[in-house]
């Protein structure tokens, strides 16, 4: 039986854990061949690991992304050994500082765009020309649902989000006619080994009992709307920014309370 991807490539960042490692081992399961990179390489070589034993082809590289000559160079080399690139997740990010507006840091501000935005940009800019070498592709952001309304306390986070749904709709119209597809996933809260590794049960407790679903998502429902995307069952989509978050960004405000 067919699946998805027999016969693709597939370059997926942020590959050693949560949404970006189940991303890597969905499209194996369906598959393309494997191109994996991330900071961590111990978690990164466990994926890939993983990969073989499935049975799909894998490439991986520690990668830091905001270096935009090695994003290139590892990207030449994908396409030289697999002959080129159909598919691309980009779910490499970090979550930048906590606190209100005015206590942010300057530099710490600047690190969390410079991942979240301009690594992201760096790898799309390699995506692109591999895709357009290729004749098409599809191409998966992962933003957040702090990409399409704010949250206190996370300022920087939540703007350098929102400036990745504006990278992905600005590039699903510049390439739409050359047949590369750019849309964004903005996942709600998910539970990935980082956050399960702190044990911190009651925010995530308190996230499941306010979202309309009652519960958080897991990191493989992350990936399989990522794998949808860049899937030709979604071939008339893009420039789209889905929040995948079990209703919470559509929930009705609660009003504030009243002092007593």
Not at 201 to 214: D, K
Request: a negative charge; charged letters at 20%.
């Amino acid at each position: 039986m067919a699946r998805l991807f027999d016969g693709k490539v597939a370059f997926v960042t942020g590959a050693a854990s949560g949404i970006g490692r189940a991303t890597a081992l969905a499209f194996g399961d369906e598959g393309a061949r494997l191109a994996i990179a991330d900071l961590n390489e111990e978690g990164l070589a466990e994926t890939a690991r993983e990969l073989v034993a499935r049975g799909a082809s894998v490439l991986h590289q520690r990668l830091n992304i905001t270096d935009g000559a090695a994003v290139q160079a590892f990207m030449d080399h994908v396409t030289g050994e697999f002959g080129g690139l159909d598919c691309a997740a980009n779910v490499a990010a970090i979550q930048g500082p906590v606190g209100q507006l005015t206590e942010l840091a300057e530099a710490d501000f600047r690190a969390t765009f410079e991942v979240n935005v301009l690594g992201m940009w760096q790898c799309m800019r390699a995506e692109v020309r591999a895709m357009q070498a290729r004749g098409g592709g599809a191409i998966v952001n992962v933003a957040s649902c702090a990409g399409i309304r704010g949250f206190a306390r996370l300022a920087a986070y939540t703007a350098s989000k929102h400036a990745v749904v504006g990278l992905t709709r600005s590039a699903a119209l510049e390439y739409a006619r050359q047949n590369i597809r750019v849309n964004a996933v903005c996942p709600g809260f998910t539970i990935t080994g980082m956050i399960a590794a702190a044990g911190d049960r009651a925010n995530i407790e308190a996230a499941a009992e306010a979202n309309p679903s009652g519960r958080v998502a897991l990191p493989e429902e992350q990936a399989n709307a990522i794998v949808y995307l860049c899937s030709d069952k979604s071939t008339f989509l893009t420039g789209q920014a889905i929040a995948v978050d079990g209703g919470q960004t559509v929930q009705p405000a609660q009003p504030p309370r009243r002092q007593q």
